[in-house]
């Protein structure tokens, strides 16, 4: 089952997430808002949505826009 990967908006690196989903299931999938993080490529936490996430081994979606709450951090 391939894992969804989110682009780090700070370091702009492609980041596993903790979710794995099958392709087909994708479209339905109700992922929610959801957190990762410590971040290993800038050490803070990232929130991502389903339109964030891309499956690995696809081509990487930018980043989602800095939050501003998280930005002031
Ligand atoms: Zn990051």
């Given at each position: 089952m391939p894992q969804l990967m989110i682009t780090c908006p700070r370091k702009h690196r492609?980041?596993?997430?903790?979710?794995?989903?099958?392709?087909?299931?994708?479209?339905?999938?109700?992922?929610?808002?959801?957190?990762?993080g410590p971040c290993p490529h800038c050490g803070e936490a990232h929130a991502w949505t389903k339109a964030d996430a891309y499956f690995a081994g696809d081509a990487p979606k930018p980043p989602p826009p800095g939050r501003p709450e998280e930005d002031r951090r």
């Open positions: 492609p980041l596993p997430t903790n979710h794995m989903l099958k392709a087909e299931d994708f479209a339905a999938a109700d992922l929610g808002d959801n957190r990762i």
